[in-house]
């Protein structure tokens, strides 16, 4: 990390990318409303905050170096995971609903998709890759970084800085959010919102996947 941002270039390159990457990634999308509710659940919430952590870092790096070109030479790919978002996000979406209809969803013991460690790490990673908006952030990523030349690792360490620090904030700070969750009321209304924040981007997707 510090031979990449010897330098005055380096060190240029690297707040460019942390510049970039909070400009793309502190928004309010799936993958943060699924974190938020892990975080207020305090069920796995850094095994999940490390998961995404990594798939970013992976598909950062990868990104800058040449991802770009991968999804360039087959636009097939584009579609797959534009389509797969959408369903990925329709069932999600769905499944909050359900919860929001019930009642107290993050209060039961039983709720499967907040106890069990490997379903909560696979929705991570669901919430990561298929997920159109991820690939669309890396594409826009590993253009940017064209333009810092031999610093362009930098850039992309700024970028990783950055996803590391939102999704640390996330996580964390939904936790000191736990307190209000104490009645059933309260978690209807946050998975009702999650329900129409997915849907909307389910939607959106379609929408865009059609014209």
Known sequence: MFSILSGGAGLSAWLSGAATGIGLFAVVGAQSAFILRQGILRKHIIPVVATCAAIDGIFIFASVAGLRTLTQALPWLTTVVL???VAFLAWYAWQSARRALAGGGGMHVDDGDSTSRRAVLISAVGF?????????????IGGIAENFGNARMAFAAGVFTASCLWLTAQGLGARLLAPLFTKPKTWRILDGTIAVILSILALSLAFRGMH
Do not use: A, E, K, T
Not at 128 to 140: A, G, K, Q
């Open 83 to 85: 389509w797969g978002g």
């Open 128 to 140: 990561s890759l298929i997920n159109p908006h991820f690939w669309l952030d890396m594409m826009v």
